[in-house]
C-alpha cells in the first residue's frame, strides 16, 4: 500500500519539535564498577541502593545520557565548569521552559548484554 502523504498539521508539529527547546535524559544506564569490574545497569528511579536524597542529583548530574535540540543548546548552553556542567545545563533549561523528558528502555529490553543474545 502508498504511504499516506504528510498532512500540513504534522509538517508543522515536526517543524516545531525540531525548532523547539527540547530535552530528553536516560532514567538508567551501564556502569562498570572498578572494585569488582563489572558491568551494570544503574536504574536511579528503581534501585534501592540509590539514596533517596540524592537520586535527583544522580539522575541529572550524570552525563553521557542526553539528548537535546539544538534550540535547547543556544538558549541555554553548558556553563565554563569543571564538574557538573550536565546537571546545570539541565536544570537552567527546565527554568526557562524547555520540555524535559525522563527515559526508560522499553519493557522487556535488558539494554547492552554480555554474551548470547
Not at 29 to 57: E, I, S, T, Y
Not at 66 to 87: H, I, L
Not at 91 to 117: D, K, Y
Request: proline share 7%.
Amino acid at each position: 500500500p502508498a504511504a499516506a502523504a504528510p498532512r500540513d498539521d504534522d509538517v508543522v508539529k515536526v517543524q516545531t519539535c525540531l525548532t523547539s527547546a527540547m530535552v530528553a535524559k536516560l532514567s538508567e544506564w551501564h556502569v562498570l564498577d572498578l572494585h569488582d569490574m563489572c558491568f551494570g545497569l544503574l536504574d536511579v528511579q528503581r534501585d534501592p541502593l540509590v539514596p533517596k536524597n540524592a537520586a535527583r542529583a544522580w539522575l541529572y548530574g550524570w552525563g553521557f545520557s542526553y539528548v537535546y535540540t539544538r534550540a535547547a543548546w543556544q538558549a541555554v548552553g553548558f556553563p565554563d565548569v569543571d564538574f557538573s556542567e550536565d546537571r546545570r545545563f539541565i536544570e537552567a533549561a527546565a527554568m526557562m521552559g524547555a520540555s524535559v523528558v525522563v527515559v526508560r528502555l522499553p519493557p522487556g529490553s535488558r539494554g547492552l548484554q554480555r554474551g548470547p543474545a
